[in-house]
């Protein structure tokens, strides 16, 4: 007999079947439009999401309200439904994860900042507008991903070589490389120098063949992901230093990087030293806080039927604050926020292309004027729009500390920690390099 805590969740197979639908309407909506056949739908889809689409990959158009809620509530399907697949195919869910995965988060990034020069050509670039950006990640991602599971097979056939891992991963490096290279050569020209792309290029390869000493703390999996998103991040950074060469930025625009990465690195390294000790003790009696051994529930905690209950307690908060899921989703938060208020209200002209997030910067402004705030660092009420990423940080890391995730729920944990990053820290050093190239 199963035990019912290792069985999915009802709402695992609810969000995959929501997803089904979704992609069924969109290729019914596309199929229709192709059939040159007048519908709501197809009219929807364009007007709302296609559109905008194209629009960012040419200008700047921003987003609306009709798209921003259905990114949102598919994001929050995609977490539900790719943590039982995840489990289902044995992903270790350890935070050793989100660190694989944590280059991603840069190279979605830099990808958008060096979109948003314009250095792609007109194929490539609606690629890397948002949802776009996302699905390129999430493919890179499962690639590096199948190949390092075919590692492991060939691992213990007992055919695996040592070198094998670090030919692959130079192979996805190159193909990311010829991919997106030859776009932005395609479209810069001989105007931008592109031997810092060259440079990164060999940078990545060389970091790849010298990884050897990930081995004890990253699986074939993870190693794999890893170094695919370093050498895509470093070839995207080559591609934006290749920018800064060619158009220098103002000596201005440069101090805004340091603070919006500074300060999140500080609270960071502020959060791992706290929680350190406390989460290495439990880690030495195979305890991680906030995750319960197979057969428990949180019920079970609450009611202190959890053996091992009274242990973590005492630790538990300073422990969490340990967890890279924790702290690099609460300093992800207060990079966003730091990078949007600096932006805005620090360099005139820019502005903010949320949806959710201008109707805070508004009530900001609501309040500058009823309070008659004139400040020049506080009078385009992106203020408030910092202060409430910092609550969020805060709130990111109460849930990660009062909630206790079952067994079966260890991915639905790290695809949560990984949505926040996706929603704070990448927007966050869009942000900031937009702001530092002027773009």
Do not use: C
């Amino acid at each position: 007999m199963n035990n019912p805590l290792d069985e999915p969740h009802d709402y695992e197979r609810w969000a995959t079947n929501a997803l089904i639908a979704v992609f069924l309407l969109i290729l019914l909506g596309l199929g229709l439009d192709w059939a040159e056949v007048d519908n709501p739908l197809s009219d929807g889809l364009f007007e709302y999401f296609i559109d905008p689409i194209r629009g960012e990959s040419t200008g700047d158009s921003g987003y609306n309200p009709v798209n921003t809620l259905t990114y949102a509530v598919v994001l929050g399907l995609f977490v539900l439904s790719l943590s039982a697949w995840l489990r289902g195919i044995g992903i270790d869910p350890s935070d050793s994860s989100i660190l694989a995965l944590l280059p991603f988060v840069t190279w979605a990034a830099f990808g958008e900042v060096a979109e948003d020069a314009e250095m792609f050509g007109a194929g490539l670039a609606p690629y890397f507008v948002s949802p776009g950006i996302h699905f390129q990640a999430a493919a890179w991602v499962i690639l590096a991903g199948a190949m390092g599971l075919s590692l492991d097979r060939a691992e213990r056939e007992g055919t695996h070589k040592k070198s094998d891992l670090e030919i692959v991963a130079t192979g996805l490096i190159m193909m990311q490389f010829v991919f997106y290279a030859s776009s932005i050569s395609g479209k810069s020209g001989s105007e931008i120098p592109l031997w810092p792309m060259a440079t990164s290029l060999l940078v990545a390869v060389a970091f790849a063949w010298g990884s050897g000493w990930m081995e004890d703390a990253f699986s074939n999996v993870q190693r794999m992901v890893y170094l695919t998103g370093v050498g895509g991040s470093l070839i995207f950074f080559g591609a934006l230093a290749s920018y800064a060469i060619y158009d220098p930025p103002e000596l201005d625009r440069v101090w805004p990087l340091v603070v919006v990465i500074g300060v999140p690195v500080v609270i960071s390294y502020w959060m791992y030293s706290y929680g350190k000790e406390a989460g290495q003790e439990l880690a030495s009696k195979g305890i991680v806080a906030g995750v319960l051994s197979p057969g428990f529930s949180d019920d079970d905690y609450r009611n202190s039927k959890y053996p091992d209950k009274e242990i973590i307690e005492p630790l538990r908060a300073r422990a969490v604050m340990a967890q890279p899921i924790v702290f690099l989703a609460v300093a992800g938060q207060v990079m966003d926020g730091l990078a949007t208020w600096i932006g805005i209200d620090g360099f005139p002209g820019l502005g903010e292309k949320h949806v959710v997030s201008q109707r805070v910067i508004d009530a900001g402004v609501w309040v500058n004027e009823k309070a008659g705030i004139t400040h020049g660092l506080l009078d385009e009420g992106v203020w408030l729009f910092a202060i409430v990423k910092v609550a969020l940080a805060g709130m990111i890391y109460y849930v990660f500390y009062n909630l206790n995730f079952e067994s079966r729920e260890r991915h639905l944990r790290l695809l949560i920690g990984l949505a926040m990053l996706v929603v704070g820290m990448a927007p966050g050093l869009r942000d900031v390099g937009r702001l530092t190239l002027g773009v």
